[in-house]
C-alpha cells in the first residue's frame, strides 16, 4: 500500500482512504468521484493538508465529501447543496462525521451564507456542480477563498448544452478563469467521466 498524497493510499491500482475512527480503509470509487478519477489520471497539485479549511460547492449524496472528511484530521468541511434530497443524504454522513458542516444553500446566491461560514477565509474551495453557469456561480464564490489558496473546479461540458464538446468548453472557461487564478493543472476525466474536465488553479 502507498501513500500517494497525505491520507490517500493506492494499491493494485486501485485509491483508498482511511477513516478517521475506524482506521478502515474505504475504496475510493474513481467513477463516483471525479477526485479520485482526476488523482487516478495523474494530478499532481495537492491542495488538501490536514487541517485544511474547505468550502465544498455541490455535495451531492457526500461520497467525494466523505473521502475528503478522512483526510481532515484537523480541519473541516463545508457543504453547500441546494437540493433537500442531496442534503438529507449528505446529513448522514455528515451526522456520523464530525468535520463535515452541513449547509443547504444555493451557491449561486454566497451573500445569503450564513455570517460565520462568510468570515471564514477557505484553504481550498471544490466545486461540483453540472450547472449552465457553472463558471460564473464558481467565480461568486472566490472572496471566500484566501491568498495562496487552491481553488478546483470540475466542469461538465453537457449541462451547458447536450451537445457540447468538453475541451470546447474548458477552453472557453479557462479565460475568465485565468484572469482570476494561476491555472496550474487541466485534466480531462474519461474515461471515468466522459464529459467533464477537473481544473486545478491557485488563488496568486
Ligand atoms: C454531480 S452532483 C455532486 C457530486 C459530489 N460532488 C460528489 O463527488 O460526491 C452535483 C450537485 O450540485 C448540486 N447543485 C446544483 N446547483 C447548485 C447550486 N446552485 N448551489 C448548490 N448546489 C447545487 C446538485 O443538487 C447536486 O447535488
Do not use: C
Amino acid at each position: 500500500m502507498e501513500e500517494v498524497f497525505p491520507g490517500v493510499f493506492k494499491n493494485n491500482g486501485k485509491l483508498y482512504t482511511k477513516d478517521l475512527k475506524t482506521k478502515d480503509l474505504r475504496y475510493w470509487n474513481p467513477y463516483k468521484s471525479k477526485l479520485a478519477a482526476a488523482i487516478l489520471i495523474g494530478l499532481k497539485t495537492w491542495p488538501f493538508s490536514r487541517k485544511s479549511r474547505v468550502l465544498y460547492l455541490g455535495t451531492g449524496e457526500g461520497t467525494t465529501p466523505s473521502h475528503v472528511s478522512d483526510m481532515l484530521e484537523n480541519g473541516f468541511l463545508v457543504g453547500v447543496d441546494v437540493s433537500f434530497m442531496a442534503m438529507h443524504e449528505f446529513l448522514k454522513k455528515a451526522g456520523e462525521r464530525e468535520n463535515l458542516i452541513p449547509l443547504l444553500a444555493n451557491a449561486s446566491f454566497p451573500e445569503k451564507y450564513p455570517e460565520d461560514i462568510k468570515k471564514i477565509k477557505f484553504d481550498v474551495i471544490y466545486q461540483d456542480i453540472a450547472q449552465k453557469d457553472q463558471v460564473s456561480i464558481f467565480l461568486k464564490n472566490k472572496k471566500f477563498l484566501r491568498k495562496k489558496g487552491y481553488a478546483l473546479l470540475v466542469l461538465k461540458a453537457r449541462s451547458i448544452s447536450p451537445k457540447q464538446d468538453v475541451k470546447k468548453l474548458t477552453k472557453a472557461a479557462l479565460k475568465p478563469l485565468r484572469k482570476e487564478f494561476n491555472v496550474l493543472e487541466v485534466i480531462f476525466l474519461s474515461p471515468y467521466s466522459k464529459d467533464h474536465s477537473f481544473v486545478v488553479m491557485r488563488n496568486e
